[in-house]
């Protein structure tokens, strides 16, 4: 497998979450969940920004790509907000699990059917089994 390092990478972005999920749950409680979120925006924007200086600019090729692929900018506010409102109520451990079993499945989804631009890749009957463990595992933790 070439992208074994991809591995340890999206281990990390997914500790990562978590550790975003911790810090927006009181940050929410004390400001306000969409102060936070945008707070948490603002953030990631002005790192962003430094790192485009950097960078041979694209933005023109932004704007040449189909516009449908530029709504995923409406998911990343809704699911921080998610984050900074669940956290809270049912702890980061819950949270982080039944937003996993989520994306587990709608991912399993696009994947089979190749939506989104994506390769095909078959769901199986071990792929199924993953997402029954971790529906097991939200009903466990709860």
Request: aromatic share 10%.
């Amino acid at each position: 497998m070439k992208q074994l390092w991809i591995f340890p990478l999206v281990v990390l972005a997914g500790m990562g979450l978590s550790v975003e999920a911790g810090l927006l749950g009181p940050l929410g409680e004390e400001i306000g969940h969409f102060w936070a979120t945008l707070g948490i925006f603002a953030i990631g924007s002005l790192l962003l920004t430094f790192g485009l200086i950097f960078s041979r600019p694209k933005l023109s090729l932004m704007f040449k790509q189909p516009r449908w692929q530029l709504t995923g900018g409406i998911l990343g506010p809704i699911y921080v907000v998610a984050l900074t409102i669940a956290t809270p109520h049912i702890g980061v451990g819950l949270t982080m699990v039944g937003i996993l079993f989520g994306q587990v499945a709608t991912s399993l989804i696009i994947d089979h059917w190749g939506l989104l631009g994506s390769h095909k890749r078959a769901v199986d009957k071990y792929r199924i089994g993953a997402l029954v463990a971790i529906l097991a595992a939200l009903w466990l933790i709860q």
